[in-house]
């Protein structure tokens, strides 16, 4: 599983609402609700969030293996 507390870390370290931020750069409600619930998205969205925060995937999203695997 992908999880992304990562990236709400980041953008709490960097003093940004996350859900505001996200939304005022472009990111779609669903995608956003995608993220807290670390869902699926696509790579297109980890390029976006990469290149509006000048860092690389693994700063923002973590891979960790589910709990009934």
């Not at 507390?5 to 750069?25: E, I, P, V, Y």
Request: aromatic share 6%; proline share 3%; charged share 30%.
């Amino acid at each position: 599983m992908i999880k992304f507390n990562k990236l709400f870390s980041l953008l709490d370290a960097q003093g940004k609402s996350a859900t505001h931020w996200l939304r005022q750069n472009g990111m779609h409600p669903s995608v956003v609700n995608k993220l807290r619930k670390d869902g699926r998205v696509n790579t297109d969205t980890i390029n976006e969030l990469c290149r509006l925060l000048d860092c690389q995937p693994g700063d923002i999203m973590e891979y960790a293996e589910e709990e009934n695997e």
